[in-house]
């Protein structure tokens, strides 16, 4: 059996090495996500001032496909308004359905490196983690 | 031995596939004589039982209540009423927690369960303590898995009516000496639930010479279908407690002022039971005599060694509980440095190595060992060198492929 591996090195870098992954201060939201079955946790933080996302920070627990990815996202929306934030975890969410055009992972940058995680149905959940995360703050915060 | 195991080997057909299955302490495989016995029950024998007055329905009842009795056999019970069969060791804890409990237990009463437990072997119990007012106490074995005299008699009161134990842990893969402990508890006037998932498909287990009170587990973990278990209890236990389900075949009279149920063990058995399950479990208990206790504990405990004793030599990974060999019953739960078990569960899955990753459903357990998930790797006795070997040989990998030591 072929031992192919979505453990590619931008995936085992940021789970190594995060960039985002310590606590911000003063944060406008905060929102925990968790998958109760595997037992990946991450706490999302994000500053938003003027609709631009202008910081953003997790911390949590879990396999190096949800640290990872979430890692990733930060580092894609962070400086972006959130409308675009918003727009970005559509696609990404749409990639990993397999739905997704080559210039649309193009525009994920990194996270196009876990494209692969779409024929793996039992660690979707790992890497939509942060990303579901992030649109259930959003839509909070539409509300408000 | 081992070429009576490639023999045994040949009657698993999941077996033939290129994998390493060492996930056996989750579900085992099923070899032929299972799966031919419930083929031949639904092609010959299949009706619904205790029904109908025809022969097939007397045959399928003649079945199912012969497994019954090969199963009582097995675990040397009295007889035959001595055998609820309910769908696994889960649902066999919980009729018992919930009718024993719903009979006898009263406020401010303690219930002893120790900390290495399933969930399925803690949740029921606090759902009736919670219900009753009552307290469950906590049995926190040594960081081994060891219950030592002292921290049984630091458990053990006047108010305790009944101690919920595992004989193997799960994930320690620790073999508690229940006869040992049974003889304290009954001392204090208490009984002992003994959860026997772990244990009785990977040794001899007398529920006689261990002097239990009920002993609960499952057949797919002893090359049984899924959804046949077992709860073995005393007789005067069984008889003094209410029905946990009602319904169709668990009464002798019904009216709509009075009603009567059967006797132990069918008030436990409502609607129409699973002839085939029992059937594959009877068979399942056949094979196993077949094969024989000293085939499957030595080869057990030879691939054991070999695991343990490779994962000593590989660098980054620790084995939660005991570091010797001899104190794992065919499980062990281990961790590989800077990687989560999820990454190291999948990675070993791409190479065809089959091991758990999780809370292992002990997540109490893990909280006293302070780690929030763990892997584990448990062989059954048809699991070769080979398998053992390939295993180490992938898991040595893992950190590599996670990153490290580039």
């Known amino acids: ?70 890692d990733i996202m930060l580092e ?47 660690r979707v959940k790992c890497a939509v983690l942060g990303w579901r995360t992030l649109d259930e703050m959003i839509e909070r915060l539409d509300k408000k | 031995m081992r070429e009576k195991v490639q023999e045994y080997r040949k009657l698993f057909p999941l077996l033939s596939k290129d994998i390493a299955y060492l996930d056996n302490a989750a579900t085992t495989q099923k070899p032929l004589p299972v799966l031919d016995a419930v083929r031949k029950y639904y092609e010959e024998d299949n009706a619904n039982p205790f029904r109908g007055v025809y022969d097939l329905s007397e045959r399928a009842t003649e ?31 919980n009729l018992l927690a919930y009718s024993w409990c719903g009979d006898n237990l009263n406020e401010g009463d303690e219930i002893v369960v120790s900390v ?40 053990l009161s006047e108010k305790t009516r009944i101690v919920a134990l595992t004989q193997v842990s799960n994930v320690l893969g620790r073999v508690n000496d229940i006869k040992h402990i049974a003889e304290k508890v009954h001392r204090a006037g208490a ?3 003994v959860d026997g998932a772990q244990s009785v498909p990977h040794m001899k287990v007398d529920v006689k010479d261990l002097d239990c009170d009920f002993l609960s587990f499952s057949g797919h973990k002893m090359f049984a279908p899924m959804g046949i278990g077992v709860l073995y209890g005393r007789k005067e236990l069984l008889d003094a407690m209410s029905p946990f389900m ?16 059967a006797e132990t063990p069918h008030k436990f058995e409502a609607g129409t039971v699973n002839v085939g399950g029992a059937v594959g479990l009877d068979a399942a208990i056949d094979f196993i005599n077949s094969v024989g206790w000293e ?88 699991n070769t060198e080979e398998e053992v070997d390939r295993f180490l040989e992938e ?3 893992v950190r590599g492929l996670m990153g490290y030591g580039k």
């Not at chain 1, 201060?25 to 998958?35: A, C, E, K, S, Y």
């Not at chain 1, 970005?88 to 055009?101: H, N, P, Q, V």
Request: with cysteine; aromatic share 6%.
């Open chain 1, 1 to 70: 059996m072929e031992n192919k591996t979505f453990y590619n090195e931008v995936v085992t870098d940021h789970n190594m090495h995060p960039l985002h992954k310590h606590e911000i201060t003063d944060p406008d939201l905060v929102l925990d996500g968790v998958n109760p079955s595997c037992g990946d946790e991450i706490s999302l933080q994000l500053k938003v001032i003027g609709g631009i996302i202008t910081d953003g920070s997790f911390v949590g627990d879990g396999c190096a496909v949800s640290q990872a990815s979430a």
């Open chain 1, 76 to 122: 894609l929306i962070i400086g972006k308004p959130v409308d675009e934030a918003k727009r970005l975890s559509a696609l990404f969410l749409k990639m990993i359905k397999s739905e997704a055009t080559e210039e649309e992972i193009e525009e994920l940058e990194e996270a196009g490196a876990l494209e692969d995680i779409s024929h793996m149905p039992a």
């Open chain 2, 63 to 93: 079945r199912y209540e012969n497994a019954r009795a090969k199963t009582a056999a097995f675990i040397n019970a009295d007889g035959p009423e001595n055998i609820v069969f309910v769908r696994n060791a889960s649902e066999a804890l």
């Open chain 2, 116 to 155: 290495m437990e399933h969930h399925s072997d803690f949740l029921p119990w606090k759902h009736m303590a919670e219900k009753k007012k009552a307290r469950i106490v906590r049995l926190d074995p040594d960081e081994n898995g060891y219950i030592s005299d002292e921290t049984l008699d630091n458990v």
């Open chain 2, 191 to 193: 009984l002992i639930s």
């Open chain 2, 246 to 261: 009602y319904g169709g075949e668990m009464i002798q009279t019904v009216h709509w002022d009075r009603v009567t149920y």
């Open chain 2, 295 to 382: 085939l499957i504990e030595t080869r057990e405990e030879v691939l054991t060694k070999r695991a343990m004793l490779g994962m000593k030599d590989t660098s980054g990974i620790s084995v939660l509980g005991s570091g010797d060999w001899k104190d794992h019953k065919g499980i062990v739960t281990f961790l590989v440095d800077g990687v989560h078990p999820h990454d190291t569960a999948d990675i070993l899955g791409r190479a065809g190595v089959c091991v758990r990753a999780g809370h292992h459903c002990a997540q109490p357990l893990m909280d006293y060992l302070g780690v929030k998930s763990t892997c584990r790797v448990s062989f059954a006795f048809y």
């Open chain 2, 395 to 397: 898991l040595s990998k």
